[in-house]
């Protein structure tokens, strides 16, 4: 009895430690952004932070935006429970800065604004190409916040000890995870609508300080309890995995080899290859961090800061093989899917877990799953703030002031359309959130990065390097790669037809891979030649002002 008692009051002071870091946090981040929006007073303070940050606080907002909660709680998920085959998204998000560097950075912070659409509209015709611009960012967009509201979900009901079957406020787990996704949503409306640009960048550096910090703290208990060995660590890992040494080889998760089974085996492979395409070439046409760029004041600080993300990111990426395998061998496999199935309260688990072991007994456990928690939720808040911001710029920028105003709305009404559309942006990502559950949040992320890979990237590079790329083609690439990703990701098993989709019970899939990557990508940078080489339309005196720009930063805004 007295057991149970001692556990009951554990669990209640570690709920009471954690709502009070979490108002802590989200007062902070609240007085941080009430502050940025009495500096907000033109479009450019709203859209670029009045281009005012240096290399190294871009290097650190870019960084707050990249390592999200699929970052931290997806990738440490499924190296927990998948091992070796979970390290291939550390090494894909981090592999990407590199494409991001050398083809885009720069001559993107050159040649725009405020947006992506900034640099295909330049030499083009801007309606069509705005448009297009606009609903592929709102797109891309939309599936990743997908990811960050599902992993908000997951950690809230990890936190205030919510389990099937148990109830908190008179709310079952489910019902606690939907209020929580509505929560995230709408704290990130407020954000994005008060503090534009300024307040997301300062909430996104604040975040990338403690989210460093925290991995870094976890990891060093890691190691310290193996004595720094690791060997003994990836030893334990695999023993409580349940899959032994396989846990240490590829392919327990991506390309498995299915006995007497050529096709799949053949499928798995290529699904592998796909997602591998998918990581790399994504970041490069992500809306949420091409819009970072803007924010410096010269082409030198975007690459000063794009380096800075690089080995911010690199670090952490590193850390999460620690934290993956660590909650592998400290919490074990079972405990992590009895928690959540796509594993993605993994690293809160193994903060909870360090606790017990170093602070002493279930208040140390709650003290760091809570601090740890507060850091994840700061993740969250911050990258979902950035998504909304890019999403809501284009559709304000982009489709009410160029294309339905023809360029002839005020500063004043461009940043009202950008507010509402935010509003409208979180509204819809909430309700999509509330039926992707099931999904492992690093998984959803990879499908974000195809479809940005697919619609966006051939657009991008089409019109930085072909001099014969015309609005046909622009257009062209942007729906046909936008379409075909998500086309092919309804009809796969990520939606329907499988235990962990979005629709387990129903089963509509045909198209065997579950990221689209392998066929939406070429198919997009093929759509672009077949549109630019059905058009006459050519402006060559354009793009070769576009090249000076792109290169020299003459004319930059």
């Not at 999200?68 to 291939?88: E, M, N, W």
Request: hydrophobic share 55%.
């Amino acid at each position: 009895m007295n057991t149970v008692l001692a556990a009951e009051a554990g669990s209640t002071t570690a709920r009471n430690l954690t709502i009070t870091l979490f108002l802590v946090f989200v007062a902070v981040t609240l007085a941080i952004t009430i502050w940025a929006s009495r500096q907000t007073k033109t479009a450019t303070d709203f859209y670029a932070g009045g281009r005012s940050f240096s290399g190294f606080q871009n290097g650190m907002a870019i960084g707050g935006d990249y390592m999200s909660a699929a970052s931290f709680l997806g990738i440490a998920g499924i190296i927990a429970l998948y091992g070796y085959d979970g390290f291939l998204y550390s090494i894909g998000f981090l592999v990407a800065w590199l494409v991001a560097l050398l083809l885009v950075a720069e001559l993107l912070r050159n040649s725009g604004r405020y947006t992506m659409a900034d640099v295909l509209a330049f030499r083009m015709r801007q309606r069509p190409v705005r448009t297009a611009a606009a609903v592929s960012t709102i797109t891309v967009s939309i599936f990743y916040l997908l990811a960050q509201m599902v992993g908000a979900g997951a950690l809230v009901a990890l936190l205030l000890g919510i389990k099937p079957g148990t109830t908190f406020l008179g709310m079952d787990a489910d019902t606690a995870k939907v209020a929580t996704i509505i929560m995230v949503g709408a704290l990130m409306i407020i954000y994005v609508t008060v503090g534009g640009m300024k307040g997301t960048t300062y909430v996104q550096i604040v975040k990338a300080f403690l989210l460093m910090g925290g991995a870094l703290v976890m990891t060093l208990l890691v190691l310290a309890k193996y004595k720094f060995n690791l060997s003994s660590l990836l030893g334990d890992a695999a023993a409580s995995s349940g899959k032994g040494s396989a846990f240490l080889e590829p392919g327990l998760r991506y390309g498995v080899e299915v006995a007497g089974n050529s096709t799949q085996t053949f499928y798995n492979k290529i699904d592998l290859l796909s997602l591998g395409i998918a990581l790399v070439l994504g970041t490069a046409g992500l809306p949420h961090i091409l819009i970072r760029f803007y924010t410096v004041p010269t082409a030198k600080a975007a690459r000063k800061s794009v380096l800075w993300a690089i080995g911010i990111i690199g670090t952490f990426y590193l850390l999460t093989l620690a934290l993956g395998f660590g909650a592998a061998a400290l919490v074990g496999s079972e405990a992590i899917t009895a928690q959540d199935k796509a594993g993605n309260t993994a690293a809160p688990q193994l903060a909870e877990a360090l606790g017990i072991d170093f602070l002493g007994g279930d208040l140390g456990g709650a003290t760091l799953l809570a601090i740890i928690a507060a850091v994840a939720f700061a993740t969250i808040l911050a990258v979902v703030a950035g998504l909304t911001l890019a999403s809501s710029s284009s559709l304000a920028h982009d489709f009410y002031a160029n294309v339905l105003k023809n360029g002839q709305a005020s500063e004043r009404q461009e940043v009202t359309v950008a507010r509402v559309s935010a509003l409208v942006i979180g509204a819809v990502s909430i309700v999509l959130s509330i039926f992707a559950q099931s999904l492992n949040v690093a998984f959803l992320v990879a499908l974000a990065f195809a479809v940005a890979a697919s619609g966006n990237l051939p657009a991008i590079l089409y019109s930085l390097f072909w001099k014969r790329f015309n609005t046909s083609g622009a257009v062209w690439a942007i729906y046909g790669g936008l379409l075909a990703a998500v086309f092919l990701v309804f009809f796969s098993p990520v939606v329907s037809g499988a235990p962990t989709s979005m629709f387990p019970d129903q089963d509509w899939q045909w198209f065997p891979l579950s990221n689209p990557g392998i066929l939406s990508i070429p198919f997009g940078f093929l759509c672009g030649w077949i549109g630019t080489v059905i058009s006459k339309e050519r402006d060559e005196e354009k793009y070769a002002e576009l090249e000076v720009r792109a290169l020299t930063g003459a004319g930059a805004h």
